[in-house]
């Protein structure tokens, strides 16, 4: 397991763009679009603010994406999603989803911040980030996706069923 100190993880500096090099990454990961925005790095965090490929279950973590915008581009998405090693899709979201729309122009450089907490089973999951928008005619387009990039390992101390947990209390009379 890889992990850096949260310091490193800041906005400025040379430590800014190379959150992904700490990442546990699949060498078999699929890319494409036409990076008119292009996803420059990425980083999961624990609870403690460390980049790393495994997270307990039960706690609250961070995913950061950090896009360049290279030319004009309308109502840009970012998205993340969790797959199973099979390829299932289990969850993820976007921007969109959450209402998080932001402002910015060609040379901009954006951070995406998304924290929540891992209620997956314990296990290995394939995470992959998007990067899209609209254009002018309001027409879906993929400026960058990274599909199956990271390698993520849920440790878990409790399974249940299927992919989530429900985090059912148990009382018998």
């Known amino acids: 397991v890889t992990s850096i100190p949260a310091d490193r993880t800041g906005e400025t500096g040379p430590a800014a763009t ?11 990961y699929t890319e494409y679009g036409d990076k008119k925005a292009e996803i420059i790095d990425y980083a999961v965090l624990d609870e403690d603010g460390i980049i790393t490929s495994s997270i307990m279950k039960g706690s609250r973590f961070t995913i950061r994406v950090r896009i360049k915008i290279h030319e004009d581009v309308h109502y840009l998405i970012s998205s993340y999603t969790f797959k199973t090693l099979k390829g299932t899709e289990v969850t993820g979201t976007n921007t969109m989803f959450e209402n998080a729309a932001f402002d910015y122009r060609p040379g901009d450089i954006k951070t995406v911040t998304f924290t929540q907490e891992m209620n997956l089973q314990g296990g290995e999951y394939l995470l992959s980030f998007g990067c899209t928008g609209y254009n002018n005619r309001e027409e879906f387009e993929v400026h960058h996706r990274l599909y199956d990039v990271v390698n993520i390992s849920v440790i878990s101390n409790k399974n249940t069923v299927g992919f989530y947990d429900m985090n059912s209390v148990v009382t018998i009379n």
């Open 18 to 28: 190379d959150w992904k090099q700490h990442l546990t990454r699949n060498p078999h």
